[in-house]
């Protein structure tokens, strides 16, 4: 299995980014994707997630109402959509992916696939 995340850059703050993750190697419809972020020196934390079994996404407080997930199974894709962007959002993000469902998949110990990373750099 391969997770590819792309879509990092450089944008100003109140600016948008788009990050891909696209799988291969997988059925995907049945593969839950959450997309986590790390600062060096910190540990990787949780953003946001799709379940393969639910259309409802789950979001870290943080990004809640800024960000948006959204997967497309025809392309084995997922999305995330991030507006409104601050400084404090500024990290690596990741792409990860799992079997799993419900509220295990807010912890890394949930996802054995993960991308390579893409940064994401918030100037103020």
């Known amino acids: 299995v391969q997770l590819q995340a792309s879509g990092g850059g450089l944008v100003q703050a109140g600016g948008s980014l788009r990050l891909s993750c696209v799988v291969s190697g997988r059925t995907f419809d049945r593969y839950s994707v959450g997309w986590f972020r790390q600062i060096p020196g910190k540990e990787r934390e949780f953003v946001a997630v799709r379940s393969w079994r639910t259309s409802t996404p789950s979001y870290a407080d943080s990004v809640k109402g800024r960000f948006t997930i959204s997967r497309d199974n025809a392309k084995s894709t997922v999305y995330l959509q991030m507006n409104s962007l601050k400084p404090e959002d500024t990290a690596v993000y990741y792409c990860?992916?799992?079997?799993?469902?419900?509220?295990?998949?807010?912890?890394?110990?949930?996802?054995?696939?993960w991308g390579q990373g893409t940064l994401v750099t918030v100037s103020s």
């Open positions: 990860a992916g799992s079997v799993s469902t419900g509220t295990t998949l807010y912890y890394r110990r949930a996802y054995y696939d």
